[in-house]
């Protein structure tokens, strides 16, 4: 019996291992996680072309705060993505990122940034739940929501990381190794 339970959490060690190490070219990153692996080589995808993207996640990775992204339905799909849990357990948060997957991949890049943004303000803020994170929006939010009048809300800064991160993914890629050589 013993055995058995040493094997399963030797098999979900490794399987974690193998969806967080990073090549090496790659860097390792633990607290953006994608909830499969087409995410997973979106953020990949997103934190290599992006500086802006690359930034958030450097700022997520120094928090005590775990960002987790999945292809879902926000609103019931009135909306490209949302915040859709924010908690905490154990001194770490914990925010769910869903992204509506009917984009192209560049938009759905963006739209992790946007909604990474998000992820930054409310570490920033020390919320650890919806109430805390109402509390924050209706204060940095703009239109309704800043009003009192809708619990769906936005920042101006969210959507400035969004459509810095699409201008850096439409530029031309070149090499970040040594020499500068384009790929």
Same mark, same amino acid.
């Given at each position: 019996?013993?055995? +058995?339970? #040493?094997?399963?959490?030797?098999?979900?060690?490794?399987?974690?291992?193998?969806?967080?190490?990073?090549?090496?070219?790659?860097? *390792?990153?633990?607290?953006?996680?994608?909830?499969?692996?087409? &995410?997973?080589? *979106?953020? +990949?995808?997103?934190? $290599?072309?992006?500086e802006?993207?690359?930034?958030?996640?450097?700022?997520?990775? #120094?928090?005590?705060?775990?960002v987790?992204?999945?292809?879902?339905?926000?609103?019931?799909?009135? &909306?490209?993505?949302?915040?859709?849990h924010?908690?905490? @357990?154990?001194?770490?948060?914990?925010?769910?990122?869903?992204?509506? =997957?009917?984009?192209t991949?560049? $938009?759905?890049?963006?739209?992790?940034?946007?909604?990474?943004?998000?992820?930054?303000?409310?570490?920033?803020?020390?919320?650890?739940?919806?109430?805390?994170?109402?509390?924050l929006?209706?204060?940095?939010?703009?239109?309704?929501?800043?009003?009192? $009048?809708?619990? +769906?809300?936005? @920042?101006?800064?969210?959507?400035?990381?969004?459509? $810095?991160?699409?201008?850096e993914?439409?530029? =031309?890629? @070149?090499? +970040?190794? =040594?020499?500068?050589? =384009?790929?």
């Amino acid at each position: 019996m013993r055995l +058995r339970i #040493a094997m399963g959490v030797l098999l979900i060690v490794t399987g974690a291992a193998q969806t967080t190490l990073a090549s090496s070219d790659e860097r *390792l990153i633990t607290r953006v996680k994608g909830l499969g692996d087409e &995410f997973t080589s *979106l953020i +990949r995808e997103g934190d $290599r072309r992006s500086e802006t993207f690359r930034a958030m996640v450097d700022e997520i990775q #120094a928090s005590n705060a775990v960002v987790m992204i999945q292809f879902g339905l926000c609103a019931k799909g009135q &909306f490209r993505s949302c915040v859709s849990h924010v908690g905490a @357990t154990g001194g770490t948060r914990t925010i769910r990122i869903l992204i509506n =997957p009917k984009l192209t991949m560049d $938009r759905v890049i963006a739209m992790i940034a946007h909604e990474l943004q998000h992820a930054v303000e409310i570490i920033r803020s020390g919320a650890a739940n919806q109430d805390e994170v109402m509390t924050l929006y209706r204060r940095i939010a703009i239109g309704e929501c800043a009003k009192g $009048r809708s619990d +769906r809300c936005e @920042t101006d800064a969210a959507l400035a990381v969004e459509k $810095r991160v699409l201008d850096e993914l439409d530029r =031309p890629q @070149t090499s +970040r190794h =040594p020499g500068g050589v =384009p790929r």
